[in-house]
């Protein structure tokens, strides 16, 4: 996996902030304080990064604080910026692993009420658990 980094636009209204990403239209959240914006915008990237990767989309290229205010100053209007990093994944490898039946039967059950394919399932149990370690 390697890491990148885009700009987010932050605003607040009514006690309400807002969290955008002017290089993936569509791509936003809301929270009640800064701090659950900047968490709540990276889980959000995070989403969207993947689902684009899963559609064989391509990642646009990170711009900068001065190019985003030149080609889309309405974005900036008002707005907090924040970087937000994002892991990337690479290509994906196939393996083999041996698990219980009952497990595995569990896991297809639990992926498919998320919406998740088998490997998306544990590649995302296995960033969680991971995550908590570290």
Known sequence: MT???YLATIHEENGVFGVSFPDFPGCATTASDMRSAIERGAQALALHVEGM????????????AERLRADE???MDGAIL?????????????????????????????????????SGFLASA????????G
Do not use: F
């Open 53 to 64: 990767i899963e559609d064989g989309e391509a990642l646009p290229e990170p711009r900068s």
């Open 3 to 5: 890491e990148a980094a």
């Open 82 to 118: 924040a970087l937000i990093g994002v892991e990337v994944p690479g290509k994906a490898a196939r393996v083999n692993i041996s698990l219980d039946e009952g497990l595995l039967a569990r896991i297809d059950k639990a992926a498919a009420h998320a919406g998740q394919t088998r």
């Open 73 to 75: 100053p309405e974005w």
């Open 126 to 133: 296995a960033r969680e658990r991971i995550k908590g370690m």
